[in-house]
């Protein structure tokens, strides 16, 4: 048969999709399925009954990352590997992470009623606690995996609940035996949806990013001196929350400050006692700063750090930081991603060059095998939202072009 004219199934892509969909579904569209949670082990179960039918070998690593291979005609070769997450944000939406899962199942479906065989074994994974909403930091199981992260340490992370990762993991049932450790790789796609407005904006269908933004993350936590918000003058106060907001607005005027190439958030606050007749004494938040270069976002922290300092002086609060979490930029492999264009050119979908702002296991991958993502728009550049949303006719070129990929790196020896 003619394997330049392969395409996938669009319609059984949608409808696995879907599926996938009802597990942890929300009212208002969107699905939550936060890492190790019943929905989570829900949607394993679900995803490793489709990989045997596909008579995959399946295994699950001590991260819980579930790896579903199908063998080639050399299996002493490295793998194609292909994979992405199946949890999500709280309130998140249906494309984030699962397309990347059930994009290469597609794939293989379509080589498997093709009777195709490859090359090289060809690889799927679902990475665990990627999004890291639940447990901190994110990608802790690719970041495990390729020796970058200590497993004890992942394990010993605690939910807001104190729930510990290891726990959680043996409870859902997806503590595997097979040790967390890289082994050689012939390359790695990730199939993602963009998670911005660039593709929509300049009507194209498939991204192909240059590479991944550095991720820098920080909490701060500050103390300042509680009392009774009526009898107490305003001078003389310790309130936490006043030295938080102005933090806050420092961290939101960096990028500007810093003359751009950078973007820098807080997105989660926790106020202690939070009552509104007692002057708060406990807060802490987050700090997220992304550039493309790790030293512009150093020297940001840097300033914002001594600002941090001053006003904590000035507000008579204590203030600890941790540094809780980095990850160079990373960029991709130059020869795989001309090969996501090129596929994308010969299949007919208006493609673009362009940048991640988003981190993705792919950034982990990118450490020990020649890496390259694929992105489809998301409407309105939503993501992270119920409302998130992708055409289906979008999911199903991404998956072409997914197929293709896979079928060239598969054949190369
Ligand atoms: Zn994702």
């Given at each position: 048969m003619d394997l330049k004219a392969l395409k996938v199934n669009g319609d059984r892509l949608r409808s696995t999709l879907e599926e996938m969909a009802k597990i942890g579904a929300t009212p208002d569209g969107g699905v939550q399925r936060l890492t190790l949670t019943d929905e989570d082990k829900q949607a394993r179960d679900l995803f490793v009954k489709w990989l045997k039918e596909l008579n995959l070998e399946v295994h699950i690593d001590e991260m819980g990352n579930i790896f579903g291979k199908r063998s080639g005609k050399n299996n002493d070769l490295p793998p194609v590997m292909s994979g992405s997450?199946?949890?999500?944000?709280?309130?998140?939406?249906?494309?984030?992470?699962?397309?990347?899962?059930?994009?290469?199942?597609?794939?293989?479906?379509?080589?498997?009623?093709?009777?195709?065989?490859?090359?090289?074994?060809?690889?799927?994974?679902?990475?665990?606690?990627?999004?890291?909403?639940?447990?901190?930091?994110?990608?802790?199981?690719?970041?495990?995996?390729?020796e970058a992260l200590d497993?004890?340490?992942?394990?010993?992370?605690?939910?807001?609940?104190?729930?510990?990762?290891?726990?959680?993991l043996t409870r859902i049932g997806y503590k595997g035996t097979v040790p967390t450790k890289k082994w050689p790789v012939h390359c790695y796609y990730e199939y993602h949806i963009e998670q911005g407005p660039i593709l929509e904006r300049e009507r194209k269908i498939i991204g192909a990013p240059k590479g991944i933004v550095c991720l820098h993350w920080y909490d701060v936590y500050l103390e300042g001196e509680a009392n009774q918000v009526?009898?107490?003058?305003?001078?003389?106060?310790?309130?936490?929350?006043?030295?938080?907001?102005?933090?806050?607005?420092?961290?939101?005027?960096?990028?500007?400050?810093m003359g751009g190439n950078m973007v820098a958030t807080v997105g989660e606050i926790q106020n202690h006692p939070n009552s509104r007749n007692i002057i708060p004494d406990g807060v802490h938040f987050t700090v997220?700063?992304?550039?493309?270069?790790?030293?512009?976002?150093?020297?940001?922290?840097?300033?914002?750090?001594?600002?941090?300092?001053?006003?904590?002086q000035q507000r008579g609060c204590s203030i600890r930081i941790e540094e809780t979490w980095r990850v160079e930029h990373s960029p991709f492999d130059p020869k795989l991603v001309q090969r996501v264009l090129d596929i994308a050119?010969?299949?007919?979908?208006?493609?673009?060059?362009?940048?991640?702002?988003?981190?993705?296991?792919?950034?982990?991958?990118?450490?020990?095998?020649?890496?390259?993502?694929?992105?489809?728009?998301?409407?309105?550049?939503?993501?992270?939202?119920?409302?998130?949303?992708?055409?289906?006719?979008?999911?199903?070129?991404?998956?072409?072009?997914?197929?293709?990929?896979?079928?060239?790196?598969?054949?190369?020896?």
């Open positions: 997450h199946i949890d999500s944000q709280p309130k998140g939406g249906r494309f984030d992470g699962i397309l990347g899962v059930m994009g290469p199942l597609e794939a293989l479906r379509t080589l498997h009623e093709n009777n195709i065989e490859t090359e090289r074994p060809i690889m799927i994974v679902d990475w665990t606690n990627e999004e890291g909403s639940r447990f901190a930091p994110a990608m802790v199981a690719s970041g495990v995996w390729v497993r004890n340490w992942v394990y010993d992370r605690t939910d807001i609940n104190g729930k510990r990762f290891e726990d959680e009526g009898p107490t003058p305003m001078e003389g106060r310790h309130d936490a929350l006043c030295a938080a907001a102005e933090m806050i607005l420092r961290v939101n005027e960096l990028p500007a400050k997220d700063i992304r550039s493309w270069d790790d030293g512009h976002a150093l020297k940001a922290w840097g300033f914002v750090r001594k600002d941090f300092e001053t006003i904590a050119q010969e299949l007919g979908y208006p493609d673009l060059r362009m940048v991640s702002g988003a981190g993705h296991d792919a950034s982990y991958m990118n450490q020990v095998a020649p890496t390259a993502m694929i992105f489809v728009p998301s409407i309105g550049g939503r993501s992270h939202v119920e409302v998130e949303n992708t055409r289906w006719e979008d999911c199903e070129a991404g998956a072409n072009v997914l197929l293709h990929c896979i079928l060239q790196s598969a054949e190369e020896i």
